[in-house]
């Protein structure tokens, strides 16, 4: 298996991929590259060794141990793994062969946020959360934030839908000493398709789907064709859930959707309501995708934090602290005492 990095011919350390400045960038020399210039670079950029692997290898991957050859320490990935960092020295790897065949995405879309902009909006997120768990506001752990490429699957197809039901328009009004109930009945029935192109699923099982739909929508136009080396200084992980498995994820997104464009022209609830969805699929390709992940456990229970790297988006959930709590109102019942006996106190005396 080929695993390369991406080196600054002028000094020969790493290139990273810079979201801000949309260019790759040298920490130690300060060279700056552009797309054009970094493909004739890419061609020499391996920097790993590793043992030639067995087509069962191939075929059924484990664990695989990669050597550094910056500083010689061992690195550990599994068969999901497609770019990785060195712990130790910070060097960059890209398993290309695990981008090439049915694994080559067909787009990407890189990186705009840049880590700062994510630990940014990590502490705007949490601010005002005075009951948070400690963990969340150490430095050594929001500096844990990491930016990944995520699989995900894009999908073209078609919904049709119908409904249709009964809409009851009830009037009621008093006439001398009776009152009378008019009941008008409709019938009501819609029926529609749309067209939809790329809905995306994500296509990897150590993602939360709720998570990674809840940091949507990315923004396709800036969508652009694959070039591994977009992947510099992040990590980024090949499907692990095929396209076949995702449809129904998308076919449901679509139903829905088909659904809710009819509802949204009848007024009122219906009565013996009855809905008809279907969907087909024209076309599927498959992109990557920049997402900001910080994962912190606490009290054995992990808790995960997504930010879109292109659009800033930023989705997560902050546990509530039972002993801070717990101190909180006990410090609130104390002042409301407090006042309570000094009103007490200057009435009865």
């Known amino acids: 298996m080929e695993v390369t990095t991406i080196k600054c011919p002028n000094c020969n350390s790493d290139l990273k991929f810079n979201a801000e400045n949309q260019n790759w960038s040298c920490e130690f020399c300060g060279s700056a590259f552009s797309q054009t210039e970094i493909a004739s670079i ?14 069962a290898d191939i075929d059924q991957p484990e664990l695989t141990v990669y ?57 705007d997120y949490r ?5 948070a768990p400690n963990e969340f506001g150490k430095p050594e752990n929001i500096d844990k934030i990491t930016g990944v490429y995520i699989p995900f699957w894009l ?15 009830i009037t009621t009004w008093r006439q001398g000493n009776y009152t009378y109930t008019k009941t008008d009945i409709y019938h009501i029935d819609r029926a529609g398709s749309i067209q939809f192109e790329k809905v995306p699923a994500d ?6 789907d709720d998570t990674m739909d809840s940091i949507e929508p ?19 992980e090949k499907y692990d859930v095929g396209p076949d498995e995702d449809k129904e994820r998308a076919s449901l997104r679509m139903k829905n959707s088909i659904i809710q464009s009819l509802d949204s022209t009848i007024v009122g609830t219906l009565i013996n309501r009855q809905e008809n969805k279907e969907n087909n699929f ?44 717990f101190r909180f109102f006990l410090f609130r019942a104390l002042i409301a005492m407090g006042i309570f006996s000094a ?3 200057f009435f009865f005396m």
């Open 343 to 345: 009103i007490a106190w």
């Open 42 to 55: 890419t061609q020499k950029s391996e920097q790993y060794s590793q043992s030639n692997p067995t087509q």
């Open 155 to 169: 999908y073209d197809g078609n919904a049709f839908g119908r409904v249709s039901g009964e809409r009851h328009d």
């Open 218 to 236: 990315f923004d396709f136009k800036e969508m652009i064709p694959f070039n591994y080396s977009f992947l510099s200084g992040f990590l980024a």
């Open 203 to 208: 296509g990897s099982k150590k993602f939360d």
């Open 67 to 123: 050597k550094c050859k910056s500083c010689g320490a061992e690195m550990v990935t599994d068969e999901n793994t497609a770019a990785t960092f060195c712990v130790y020295c910070g060097n960059v790897g890209i398993m290309k062969n695990r981008l090439e065949g049915k694994f080559k995405p067909d787009y990407i879309i890189p990186f705009k946020k840049t880590k700062k902009e994510a630990i940014q909006a990590y502490n």
């Open 127 to 131: 601010k005002g959360k005075v009951l």
């Open 282 to 325: 024209t076309d599927i390709k498959y992109a990557m995708f920049p997402v900001w992940m910080l994962n912190t456990i606490i009290e054995g229970k992990p808790y995960t934090f997504a930010m879109n790297g292109q659009t800033g988006r930023m989705v997560g959930n902050i546990p509530i602290d039972k002993g801070k709590a």
